[in-house]
């Protein structure tokens, strides 16, 4: 069982940063391929961005060039920079561990951009 725990949403304006942080309890994290997803209102879930155990790394082509996941297995955490934010940004952000088969999600942060 993997327990997650997301933090550092918030409001910012567009154009600013935020950076979420999941960190994820046991010790199998760095096997786990970890990924970002938000849901805006009336919308689906969808990817932001994954990154495998091996540190490669995909995004949604609504967020290349101004998000970044990364992971640091020792404080099992997956990080989630978020620059030059926009107003359709806006979305509660989850953190996902595991596989399509196995997977866990965290509680999820709310992120607002307002223009």
């Known amino acids: 069982q993997v327990q997650l725990v997301e933090s550092g949403g918030g409001l910012v304006q567009a154009g600013g940063s935020l950076r979420l942080s999941c960190v994820a309890s046991g010790s199998i994290f760095r096997l786990l391929p970890m990924g970002w997803y938000r849901q805006a209102p009336g919308k689906q879930r969808e990817l932001v961005a994954s990154i495998s155990s091996g540190g490669s790394t995909n995004y949604a082509d609504s967020v290349k060039g101004r998000f970044t996941i990364s992971r640091t297995n020792a404080r099992s955490t997956v990080y989630l920079q978020m620059n030059s934010l926009k107003p359709e940004d806006t979305a509660v952000y989850y953190c996902?561990?595991?596989?399509?088969?196995?997977?866990?999600w965290g509680q999820g942060t709310q992120v607002t951009v307002s223009s």
């Open positions: 996902k561990a595991g596989s399509d088969s196995e997977n866990y």
